[in-house]
């Protein structure tokens, strides 16, 4: 599974942008989730997806941002509104994938950095 992430940039407060992962190859991920990792900080899981529809958010985006996926495309975009300085980080792309010889297998894209200015 290869990830390549878009739409990140600079933003003011209270501003929002979309974020796009790609997801290549022949393995469909069970679980498709965005992470960042702000300056100075540890990598956090923002929001996830699983096949099945059901979606995690961390509390500090919870009804802020909202994460969705084409299954066509392959797909995941997470969609961020009212867009706050401390929300400024890397964000990257993970997946996970279930292989029978080697058990879940994860999977990052490089990221794309998203600046939220005050």
């Known amino acids: 599974v290869q990830l390549a992430e878009s739409g990140g940039g600079s933003v003011q407060a209270g501003g929002s942008l979309r974020l796009s992962c790609a997801a290549t190859?022949?393995?469909?991920?069970?679980?498709l989730a965005w992470y960042r990792q702000g300056p100075g900080k540890e990598r956090e899981l923002v929001a996830s997806?699983?096949?099945?529809?059901?979606?995690k958010y961390a509390a500090s985006v919870q009804g802020r941002f909202s994460i969705s996926r084409d299954h066509d495309r392959n797909t995941v975009d997470l969609q961020m509104t009212h867009l706050k300085p401390e929300d400024t980080a890397a964000y990257l792309c993970?997946?996970?994938?279930?292989?029978?010889?080697?058990?879940?297998?994860?999977?990052w894209g490089r990221g794309t950095q998203v600046t939220v200015s005050s």
């Open positions: 993970w997946a996970t994938v279930w292989i029978r010889v080697r058990g879940w297998v994860e999977y």
């Open positions: 190859g022949s393995l469909i991920p069970t679980i």
């Open positions: 997806m699983h096949s099945d529809g059901t979606t």
